[in-house]
């Protein structure tokens, strides 16, 4: 089946620090990721979608100066926190999907744990 | 806009116990459904899915059918595991929404020895 990673599993980071998350599709080419977040016991709550060369399409709430996309090939998209708060913390997963159709299946990543101390 | 309803949790059953988890829609067109399961510390596992009214979808004893006329997509399993013990969602995409995924809460399952 497909498989999607993503690194670090968990970081730990002091306030006002940069974090960079990776995702990556190990066995098929992602034309579109999506960045999700997700709260302790909450449901996941879609951040950006990023298509492969071109930029990210961000939620309406989620600040992109903030949660800086990036899709630079069909395999590898990154999610940088920029100057990283407390409230930053939470449980980000990403999803990558291939194929023609948009309504192809989203495969998920393990998800990074990120604290901000 | 589009949206997911699920059976509120927790759910505590026993093994060999009868599974349901009810699922309702609301979407214009015709959405695909899916039911993920998330086990603890980690990311979301699609279960199965169903792309068109009447699909079954199953899976390790799973299954949940697409029903357009009551805009249900119910988990069943008919006799669960301890291993089974995990947070499932519910969730659909469509394309009057670019394939963007749309979640319920989830609901949480334990199942006691």
Redesign the interface.
Known sequence: GAVVS?HPSWVICKSGTSVKIECRSLDFQAT?M?WYRQFP????M?MA?SNEGSKATYEQGVEKDKFLINHASLTLSTLTVTSAHPEDSSFY?C?A?GGA???????????T?LLVL | GNSVTQMEGPVTLSEEAFLTINCTYTATGYP?L?W?VQYP??????LL?A?KADDKGSNKGFEATYRKETTSFHLEKGSVQVSDSAVY?CAL???TN????T????T?LTVKP
């Open positions: 993503q579109t999506f016991k909450q449901s996941l879609l979608t997963i999803s999907s159709s948009i309504l192809e299946t989203q495969y998920f990543g393990p998800g744990r | 695909s899916f993920y510390g980690e990311g979301l596992q699609l899915k792309t969602f995409s469509a394309l670019a394939g963007k995924s979640f319920g809460d989830g949480t």
